[in-house]
């Protein structure tokens, strides 16, 4: 599981790659006199047949804007079957006589490889053509060519050019666009404060890239003072057209409590949302929620739909899923597969899983040089579990040669990353002496450290030390306490020591039967000295 979760929207990722949809000339309200103008106003009234009907009459009689409409038709599939080839067709039919909305179309049609082969020569000449009469859309399309190189030498100034003309008439994508161009610093001085302006100016028209790249400059301030309600606000109208890196943040926000009430029902909505359109950081969040809401089998689903993508952690996860059978039948020929996918894209956890089974053969052949060189490279991809297990081999002396300064440094790596248990061991290596002098005051801190996390054993050490005076001054309520909390959580040597403390009184009034209790959970765990001291108390109790 990914221990943090956190929001993966980055500012700015417009979706401009092909260019505005195919436009329409509709002109004002007129009087309606030819078929032109009345396949307008049946247009304008729903009729989408009765529009093609019209239009069709009036672009066979060589009206150019009924032509051009014509193909819009064909292009977007209104009024008559989707036909790309025939678009573009009547689309030449009005550019030969200049209609500057065919020609922007045009280049729509070859940018994005429709009705013909894709040819981004031919897009960026149809592009300036329009451009040159000041079609906001065409000078849109022109600037992305630019932008990425398509067609044209890449250029970021000229780019801008394109984008702010066209911005200022008003065109939503190229606000958007002029605001990547701030945000970035492409073909002008980085500004983020003009950047927010332009997100802004295209957010409020309804676009929904523009509505998430505004909502991220509230998240992080970048360009605003961080108002996490506008973020959340404006995530949400973007997410409510189906943007799908907004469905994700949308998500994020309500699983985290981001400028609303956490909410993981909301939450897990939203993260479907994006999921089912292929997003797969929601795909494995979504993964997660069901997994620790205990529906394991949707959990493996999801974790499958990452997997599939390329996610090393959900490579990991169902590998995992398989071998445990946490929503699957157990397939431990899948789960290796599995695990070996993620742990070549370097994930660490994936990697700890195979230098597990391969040190200990459980279904594979057991292979110890496999085993160290895997343990070795799950550490050095920084997988805590990994330090803890070479601190254990080196200090031991199995699997690698004992060297005491080794599991010393692996101890301390695992616990500066808060780890309780690399923390316990790490206080053992101060209280014992492996590899590092002998510090029973440093052993303490980090008995601490850990037993504040819950760790049962530091909890039990901490006492002992409290018991006796052992980097600290005796304290014997300190030491129930810590001996109380390990004793509850299990650990039989804690119990046979607290049970001892209630018999003896030492930092609790003296209870005979509390004593009794304690030990013999202990006993009940093969505790030899709890069983010992039983014996004896019933041998008092009898006299």
């Known amino acids: 599981m990914k221990v943090l979760r956190f929001l993966v929207c980055t500012i700015a990722m417009s979706a401009v790659t092909g260019i505005a949809a195919q436009e329409y000339n509709m002109p004002a309200e007129v009087e309606v006199t030819d078929d032109y103008t009345k396949g307008c106003e049946a247009y304008r009234s729903g009729d989408k047949v009765a529009a093609v009907e019209f239009w069709e009459r009036a672009a066979k009689d060589g009206n150019a804007n009924a032509q051009c409409n014509l193909g819009s038709c064909y292009a977007k599939g209104d009024g008559v079957e989707q036909d790309y080839k025939e678009a573009l067709k009547w689309y030449k039919e009005a550019a030969e006589q200049g209609n500057n909305v065919a020609e922007c179309n045009i280049g729509n049609f070859y940018f994005n490889g429709l009705g013909t082969e894709q040819d981004y020569d031919d897009a960026v000449k149809w592009y300036r053509r329009s451009a040159e009469k000041g079609n906001p859309n065409a000078l849109l399309g022109l600037g992305v060519c630019y932008k990425n190189g398509a067609g044209i ?15 200022n008439k008003g065109n939503a994508v190229a606000q958007n666009e002029l605001g990547e161009c701030f945000f970035y610093g492409e073909g002008v001085e980085q500004k983020l404060d003009d950047a927010v302006y332009w997100y802004r100016q295209s957010a409020v028209q309804g676009y929904d890239v523009a509505q998430y790249n505004f909502a991220g400059c509230y998240l992080y301030g970048d360009g605003v003072e961080i108002d996490s309600v506008a973020a959340f606000n404006w995530y949400t109208r973007a997410a409510m057209q189906g943007n799908v890196n907004a ?11 981001i400028g609303t009430s956490s909410n993981k029902a909301e939450a897990m909505r939203w993260y479907k949302e994006a999921a089912e359109q292929g997003h797969v ?58 695990y070996r996918k993620s742990a070549k894209q370097g994930n660490a956890e994936a990697i700890f899983s195979l230098a597990e089974e391969y040190f200990w053969g459980f279904t594979v052949t057991l292979d110890l040089e496999k085993a160290k060189a895997y343990y070795k490279a799950s550490a050095d991809g920084g997988y805590v579990p990994a330090y803890n297990a070479l601190g254990h081999f080196y200090s031991s002396g199995i699997l690698f040669d004992y060297d005491s300064e080794k599991a010393f440094g692996y101890y301390k ?23 590092v002098e002998v510090d029973f005051t440093e052993a303490v801190l980090w008995y601490i450290r850990a037993a504040n996390q819950g760790f049962a054993d530091a909890q039990y050490a901490l006492a002992i030390c409290y018991d006796n ?13 810590w001996y109380t909390d390990a004793a509850l959580a299990g650990n039989s040597l804690a119990q046979y020591e607290l049970g001892l403390c209630y018999y003896d009184g030492r930092g609790v009034m003296r209870d005979v039967e509390m004593a009794t209790r304690w030990l013999e959970y202990a006993a009940d765990q093969d505790n030899a000295d709890a069983k010992a001291k039983l014996k004896q108390i019933k041998k008092e109790q009898k006299r």
């Open 153 to 167: 030498k890449q250029d970021y100034m000229r780019a801008f050019d394109c984008f702010y003309e066209s911005a």
């Open 247 to 257: 469905e994700f943040a949308l998500a994020e926000c309500y699983y985290l409590g």
């Open 281 to 338: 950081d929601a795909q494995y969040m979504l993964a997660d929620c069901y997994y620790e809401g205990k529906d394991y089998k949707e959990a493996a689903s999801w974790y499958m739909a990452a997997a599939k993508q390329g996610d090393a952690d959900a490579q990991c996860q169902i590998a995992s899923c398989y071998y445990f059978g946490k929503g699957v039948k157990i397939d431990y020929d899948k789960a290796l597969r599995w």
């Open 413 to 435: 790596a695992a616990a500066e990353k808060g780890d309780a248990e690399g923390q316990y061991n790490l206080g053992c290596c101060y209280f014992k002496g492996i590899g």
């Open 469 to 481: 005076g052992i980097g600290v001054p005796v304290n014997y309520p300190n030491a129930v306490k």
